[in-house]
C-alpha cells in the first residue's frame, strides 16, 4: 500500500556522503529552499572539517560564496548520523561507487558496498515513521530494488520508505552553473506522491517542465547511458584525430565543420590527451559489465571499444613525446603544465596526466609538474598509485618504500610557479585545459628551456604559430607534423 502523502512536509532533507556530488547538490538545496534544513553527513570527519572552514574540500566556481552564505543557517556540514539521517524527512545516497577491484566482476562491475552500508545503516536506525530515500549516486540497473529489500527487512521496526532515483548530471568544473540551471532534473520511482515530493523541492529554482519523471530502471540507465554518450563523443573526435594527424586534415577544423550540424552539436567535439575524472571510465565499464550480464556480448564490446580509444590516445600521446625528443626522455627534464582532469577542479580522478607522467617517469624521464589547484601530495600519491599498481584506498606504508615509490619521488617534482617548473626543460606538455596557460609569456618560457624546445599541447588551447614564429617545435593533437621526417 502507498504512503499517504497528505500530511508530509519536508523539513529537514540529510544526505550521506560529502563529496564532489553531496556537497554542491545540497549546499544549492540550502541557497534555494531556506525554509528547509540540510544536513550532509559524511564518515571522514577531515572532509566533513573542510566543509566547515575556509578551505572547502572541493573547488568549484562559485561554490565558496553558497556555502558562505547558507552554513550555519539552514546547511551544516557533520558527522552526527541522528542529526542528518535520522532526523530526516528526505534523506539522499551519495556516497562513491567505484569500480570493484577485486573478486567478481573486477574492474568492471560498480562497487555497490557503499549504498548497501547506507541502506543497512538506515534500517538498522530508523524505527518509526516514513523517509524518501533518494539515491543520487550513479549506479546499476535494479540498485533501488537492493535498497528497498534490505530497508524492509527489520523486524522490530514500523519505520516505512519510499526510494527514489534521483541521478546526478554536474560536470565538475561547471557544477554550481550546471544545477542551477540544469538541462533537466530526473526522477525514477514507482510512487507517483513521493516523486511529487522532491519534485517539488527542486521547482523552488528548477522550471516544471525541465524536472522529468521515469520508472525507477529507466532513470537509474539514463545516467549510465548519457555518460557513455559524452564519452564516445570524445573517443570519436580522438579516433578522427589520429586519422587527421596521419592525413594532414585538421581536427578542429572537422570538428568546426561536423559541429555545425545542428544534429550533430559543436559540444564535446574537442580533440585532446583523452577523458578522465571518476565517472566516464567507470559508467561505462559498469554498462558493459550490465550488457554482458544480460548476455548481450555485441553492445559490451561496442561500449567497450569507447575506453580502448581513450587509452589509446593517452598511450600515443606519450609515445609521440618520446619519439619527438630522439627517440629517448632518459634523464631529460620535461615540464608538465595541468594535473587536474580538466580545468576549474582540482579533481585528479582518472585524470590522462596520471598515466602519461607515469609512462614517462617509467622511461626515465624527469617531471616538473604545476597545476594550479592540485597539491604536491595529490600528485605524488596519484603516479605511486599508477606505477605500484595500486588502487584507492590500498596506498599502504609498505608501498611508500618500493623502487616504483623510490623513483617517483627522485624523478618528480611539484612546482608551485609555472615560470620555475618550465625553466631548464626539454619540453613543455599541456596536459589540462586551464585558462591562465594562455596568458602566459611563452616568450620568456621559450628563452628559459632548453633548445630545441618542444611543446606538446594535449588540448590543443595555445596559439601555435606563435609559439612556432617564437622558436618552439610545436606538436598537437590532430594536426600532422609540418617535418614528420626530421627531428
Ligand atoms: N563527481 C562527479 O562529477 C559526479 C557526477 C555525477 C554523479 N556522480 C556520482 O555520484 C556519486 C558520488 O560521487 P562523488 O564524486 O561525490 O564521490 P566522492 O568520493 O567525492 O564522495 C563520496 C563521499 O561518500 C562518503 N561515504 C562513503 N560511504 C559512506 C557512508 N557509509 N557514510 C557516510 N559517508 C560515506 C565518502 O567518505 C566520501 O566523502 C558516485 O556514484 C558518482 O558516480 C559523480
Known amino acids: 500500500m ?20 553531496g556537497g554542491p547538490t545540497m549546499s544549492m538545496i540550502a541557497k534555494y529552499c531556506p525554509h528547509i534544513d540540510v544536513y550532509i553527513f559524511d564518515l571522514n570527519q577531515t572532509r566533513i572539517n573542510a566543509w566547515n572552514s575556509d578551505n572547502l574540500p572541493i573547488y568549484e566556481p562559485g561554490l565558496d560564496e ?16 541522528t542529526e542528518a539521517v535520522i532526523k530526516s524527512d528526505v534523506v539522499f545516497l551519495s556516497v562513491n561507487t567505484p569500480t570493484k577491484h577485486y573478486g567478481l566482476g573486477k574492474g568492471r562491475q560498480a562497487d555497490l558496498k557503499f549504498i548497501e552500508l547506507c541502506a543497512r545503516q538506515i534500517r538498522d536506525s530508523v524505527k518509526t515513521g516514513h523517509k524518501i530515500i533518494v539515491e543520487k549516486s550513479t549506479v546499476p540497473i535494479k540498485t533501488a530494488m537492493a535498497v528497498s529489500r534490505i530497508l524492509k527487512t527489520s523486524s522490530d521496526s514500523q519505520a516505512t520508505f519510499d526510494i527514489l532515483s534521483n541521478p546526478e548530471f554536474l560536470a565538475e568544473g561547471t557544477a554550481v552553473k550546471d544545477l542551477e540551471n540544469p538541462d533537466r532534473v530526473l526522477i ?5 506522491a513521493a516523486i511529487k515530493i522532491l519534485a517539488d523541492v527542486y521547482a523552488n529554482w528548477v522550471k516544471r517542465e525541465q524536472i522529468i519523471q521515469t520508472n525507477l530502471w529507466s532513470s537509474e540507465l539514463s545516467k549510465l547511458v548519457a555518460n557513455c554518450f559524452l564519452a564516445q563523443r570524445i573517443s570519436s573526435i580522438n579516433a578522427v584525430s589520429a586519422i587527421c594527424e596521419a592525413t594532414g586534415a585538421n581536427v578542429n577544423e572537422v570538428a568546426h ?20 575524472g571518476s565517472c566516464f571510465q567507470k559508467d561505462i565499464l559498469n554498462l558493459t559489465y550490465l550488457a554482458e550480464h544480460y548476455h548481450l556480448k ?4 561496442y561500449f567497450y571499444g569507447v575506453i580502448s580509444m581513450n587509452d589509446w590516445q593517452k ?12 627517440n629517448t626522455v632518459s634523464s631529460k627534464k620535461l615540464s608538465v603544465l595541468g594535473f587536474a582532469f580538466k580545468k576549474d577542479t582540482g579533481d585528479t580522478r582518472e585524470s590522462s596526466s596520471i598515466f602519461i607522467c607515469s609512462k614517462l617517469v617509467e622511461e626515465r624521464a624527469y617531471l616538473n609538474i604545476y597545476d594550479p589547484k592540485v597539491s604536491e601530495l595529490q600528485i605524488m600519491d596519484d603516479i605511486m598509485r599508477v606505477m605500484n599498481d595500486a588502487y584507492d584506498g590500498d596506498f599502504s606504508a609498505h608501498l611508500d618504500t618500493t623502487p616504483e615509490s623510490e623513483m617517483v619521488r627522485r624523478c618528480v617534482k611539484v612546482i608551485k610557479d609555472p615560470y620555475e617548473c618550465v625553466k631548464d626543460t626539454h619540453a613543455v606538455l599541456i596536459m589540462t585545459e586551464w585558462d591562465e596557460f594562455k596568458t602566459y609569456d611563452w616568450k620568456k618560457m621559450y628563452d ?17 604559430s606563435k609559439l612556432e614564429e617564437i622558436g618552439f617545435d610545436v606538436y598537437s593533437i590532430g594536426v600532422a607534423e609540418k617535418n614528420p621526417a626530421q627531428w
Open 2 to 21: 502507498s504512503t499517504d502523502y497528505s500530511n508530509f512536509t519536508v523539513k529537514r532533507i540529510g544526505c550521506i556522503g560529502a563529496g564532489y556530488v
Open 66 to 81: 553558497i556555502v558562505q552564505e547558507r552554513r550555519g543557517k539552514n546547511l551544516f556540514f557533520t558527522t552526527d548520523y
Open 188 to 192: 525514477g520511482g514507482e510512487n507517483p
Open 257 to 276: 565543420a561536423v559541429g555545425m550540424d545542428k544534429r550533430i552539436g559543436s559540444r564535446f567535439l574537442q580533440a585532446s590527451v583523452g577523458f578522465g
Open 298 to 301: 555485441e553492445v559490451a564490446d
Open 315 to 326: 598511450q600515443r600521446f606519450a609515445q609521440k613525446v618520446v619519439h619527438k625528443l630522439f
Open 448 to 464: 628559459s628551456m632548453k633548445k630545441p624546445a618542444f611543446l606538446f599541447d594535449g588540448r590543443n588551447i595555445l596559439d601555435h
